[in-house]
């Protein structure tokens, strides 16, 4: 049974950077790509960054040039480094990946962003 398990959310206030971690409990390279998605109270879940085996990266819009997707193959860990961020950021955070026609999602962590 895959597992993938998220940690480093929290109360930042805006301008601040948060690091959200996702670890999975087998290779990462076995993904076709590792995601972080998030959901706001009221809103659909929506993906923000993406990150290949290659290493190819894609970012939603409102995220691009604040948030980072990288990646930890020996630690079978992908990392979302979170910097500037506004309140419209708060949400709780999903790391997703695939393989074959399987979905696996992790709990979930919570990023709120207020002063």
């Known amino acids: 049974q895959v597992q993938l398990v998220e940690s480093g959310g929290g109360l930042v206030q805006p301008g601040g950077s948060l690091r959200l971690s996702c670890a999975a409990s087998?290779?990462?390279?076995?993904?076709?790509?590792v995601d972080w998605y998030r959901q706001a109270p009221g809103k659909q879940r929506e993906l923000v960054a993406r990150?290949?085996?290659?290493?190819?990266?894609n970012y939603e819009d409102s995220v691009k040039g604040r948030f980072t997707i990288s990646r930890d193959n020996a630690k079978n860990t992908v990392s979302l480094q979170m910097n500037s961020l506004k309140a419209e950021d708060t949400a709780v955070y999903y790391c997703?990946?695939?393989?074959?026609?399987?979905?696996?999602w992790g709990q979930g962590t919570q990023v709120t962003v207020s002063s």
């Open positions: 990150i290949t085996p290659g290493g190819y990266t």
């Open positions: 087998t290779n990462i390279f076995s993904f076709a790509a």
């Open positions: 997703h990946a695939a393989r074959s026609v399987l979905d696996y």
